[in-house]
Every structure is written in structure tokens, then in C-alpha cells.
């Protein structure tokens, strides 16, 4: 439902709704009519705009523009409405993965791992142009379904890197979401993409178990960040493949050097362990495919091989099955077809109505030409 007090247009933007709202400001849904492309466009509320440190940090997430990447939410524009200023980016058919995750759905292990994969893949490509996201948590990643595709967002934080800056942005001060701080950012010690690489590895660990692995009050959280050891993932789970283990440990090694070195080394471990459970599971679907097509129960047999070419749509002994559940079952509504069409047929030959039990039967036969009833 549109806004009452909707604004109509932002620049040569025509708004259709509002997507969010926060305390620096709204997000709008909006179309630019002019090619007939959907838009998100996130407006900073007067509050904040007369402010240099919130002004940097909006246009800082503006600047992001410059990283071009199928897992970052791409910056079309910026500019200046009556003097609010706004951003406008891609708009993303999904939900943040907060959401997601509040929301109780249950998602496959394999699209969990694929998420944290992309995000990954997205952070080493801004990490090698020196870009360091800072805040990167569940709310800050969207997730479009079917089949699942992760975006990073709100590059507002961003830092570009360089040997001089600290992890402060200012005394006492560490900008960033308290749960997903990376202890070296919290020691106010030199820092780089590493940790943005904890932060995704809090992440994962929440996708996997439903719990973070710090909680309390804010400055408990830090003491366990930099102190303590996360909890094992056999608190909360029982089953599960054993090498998420390695990876949540080494995801969130206190100590940076002992902590995966780069996102994309991060994403393959992801990526390995993904493709084994593809495998897995595609083995036991085309072993339940090929015994539901052998009891001739071709629907459920048809579903089964769906979810088989989802997961890999290469998968040539699938199609083969595939069509020949396919062709079964367009035999047998044939078979269906013909059978309604003969008791009709018979219905009206004995109520004496010819030419409707003629009607019938040459339907039949074009259906099913062999048939000798």
C-alpha cells in the first residue's frame, strides 16, 4: 500500500512506496521512467543532513558506486532534493537477511553456505581495491530467492585503507554494529579486511546455529570478543558436517594472523564443503527418483528430479529421467482423458444422443488412435 503522505517524486525519480525507515532517514522504492528501471533510493532525514560526519559517512556509501560486482547492490546516482541529499542504487527483490533469520525459515545448509560464500566473494573484491566495509552484519546483506543471491550494502562506513589509519574513528569510539567487531578493531589496534572476515564468520555462525556467538550487555560482548572463546557449534547443533568446525574456528581466530588471510580463501573452504553436500544430496534424490519412476509414481518422481536439477542443472542422467517421467505422465492424463471421454460417451448413447456420444468417441480417438475400445 502507497504512503498517504508519500512524496511523489525525488529528482527525476517517481516514488511508488516506502521500503524502510530509520533514524537517519527513508528508504523509497521509486521508478526512472525514462528506461523503465526499478530503484531504491535512500534519502538522509534534515536531522542529520546539516551534519559533516553523517553528510561523509552518506556519501561515503555513495562512493561505493565504484565497486562494480554481482554481490554488491550497484550505486546508480546521487544528488540533492530541496537539501536532502539521496542515493540512488539498485532495488533488490528480497529481504535482509535478518529478516530472514527473525523470520524462522528454515533455509538448506547449502543455500546458508552459499550466502556467506557470495558475501565473501563481494568483500574480497572490495577488499582488493582497498575497501574495507566495517559493518557488515545480517542487515546490511540481501538476499533474493530462488535460487538464493546475496548483496552487501551500505558501504556508509567504509574505510579506504591505508598503513596510517587506525581502528578508531575517533577516541573511544569504534564505529560498527558490537556483536560482528572484530577484537583487533576493539584493542584499537591496526586493522584491515581481516575484519570484515570475523564479522562474516559471526554470521555464518548465527546462519548455522540461530544464536550469536557473544551476547549481553555491549561492554560484555566486547570483553568476550576479545577474551573468550565462541562456543562450539555442538552447543547448538548435533548434525552437521564436522568441517564447519575448522572453518568457524578459523573464520573467528581472535588473532588476525591466524585468521583466513583473505575473503576468497574464506569463500572457497565455503565453496569445497558446499559442492560435497551438492553431491551428497544429489546422489540420494536420483536414488529416490529412480525408485518412485520404477512404482510408477511419476508425479512425486517428476518433484524429486526437480530439486535434483536445481541443485545441479548439468546433471545429464536427471534430464534423461526427466523426460521419460515427462512423457509417462502426459501418457497417463492421455489415459485419463480417454477414459472420461468414453463414459461420457456412453452416458449419452444411452440417453439416445448420437452425435454427443460421436463428439466423445472422436475425441478419444484422436487422443488415443490405438485404442480399440
Known amino acids: 500500500m502507497v504512503d498517504a503522505t508519500l512524496k511523489k517524486k ?3 525519480y517517481e516514488i511508488t512506496g516506502v521500503l524502510g525507515r530509520g533514524g537517519m532517514g527513508v528508504v523509497y522504492r521509486a521508478e526512472d521512467k525514462r528506461i523503465g528501471r526499478q530503484v531504491a533510493i535512500k534519502t538522509l532525514t534534515e536531522g542529520f543532513s546539516g551534519e559533516p560526519e553523517m553528510l561523509e559517512r552518506f556519501y561515503r556509501e555513495a562512493q561505493a558506486g565504484i565497486l562494480q560486482h554481482p554481490n554488491i547492490v550497484i550505486v546508480y546516482d546521487i544528488g540533492d532534493e530541496d537539501g536532502v541529499p539521496f542515493i540512488v542504487m539498485e532495488f533488490v527483490n528480497g529481504d535482509p537477511l535478518d529478516k530472514l533469520i527473525s523470520s524462522g525459515k528454515q533455509l538448506p545448509l547449502i543455500d546458508k553456505l552459499t550466502i556467506i560464500e ?9 577488499h582488493q581495491r582497498g575497501i574495507i566495509h566495517r ?9 533474493q530467492p530462488n535460487p538464493v543471491h546475496a548483496k552487501i550494502v551500505d558501504f556508509g562506513i567504509a574505510r579506504i585503507q591505508s598503513a596510517k589509519q587506525s581502528g578508531l574513528t575517533r577516541t573511544g569510539n569504534v564505529i560498527g554494529t558490537i556483536h560482528y567487531i572484530a577484537p583487533e578493531r576493539l ?6 579486511g581481516r575484519s570484515d572476515i570475523f564479522a562474516t564468520g559471526i554470521m555464518l555462525y548465527l546462519l548455522l546455529t540461530g544464536q550469536l556467538p557473544f551476547t549481553g550487555e555491549d561492554m ?13 557449534l555442538t552447543t547448538w547443533l548435533s548434525n552437521y558436517p564436522r568441517a564447519l568446525d575448522s572453518i568457524i574456528d578459523r573464520a573467528l581466530a581472535k588473532d588476525p594472523e591466524a585468521r583466513y588471510a583473505s575473503a576468497e580463501e574464506f569463500a572457497a573452504d565455503l565453496h569445497s564443503l558446499g559442492d560435497e553436500l551438492k553431491k551428497a544430496q544429489v546422489s540420494e534424490l536420483l536414488t529416490d527418483a529412480e525408485r518412485l519412476t520404477n512404482e510408477e509414481q511419476f508425479g512425486r518422481a517428476r518433484e524429486v528430479l526437480l530439486q535434483l536439477v536445481g541443485i545441479d542443472p548439468q546433471h545429464t542422467t536427471a534430464r534423461q529421467l526427466l523426460g521419460v517421467v515427462g512423457q509417462n505422465l502426459a501418457r497417463m492424463q492421455r489415459a485419463e482423458q480417454v477414459f472420461q471421454l468414453l463414459a461420457e460417451a456412453e452416458e449419452a448413447l444411452a440417453s439416445s444422443r448420437y452425435a454427443e456420444a460421436l463428439g466423445s468417441l472422436d475425441q478419444a480417438i484422436k487422443l488415443d488412435p490405438e485404442n480399440e475400445e
Open 118 to 126: 557470495q558475501v565473501c566473494s563481494a568483500l574480497g573484491y572490495a
Open 187 to 192: 584493542k584499537g589496534q591496526h586493522f584491515d
Open 10 to 12: 525525488i529528482g527525476k
Open 220 to 232: 560484555a560482548v566486547a570483553q568476550k570478543l576479545v577474551n573468550e572463546p565462541h562456543p562450539p
Open 135 to 143: 559493518d557488515i552484519k545480517p542487515a546490511n546483506v540481501m538476499v
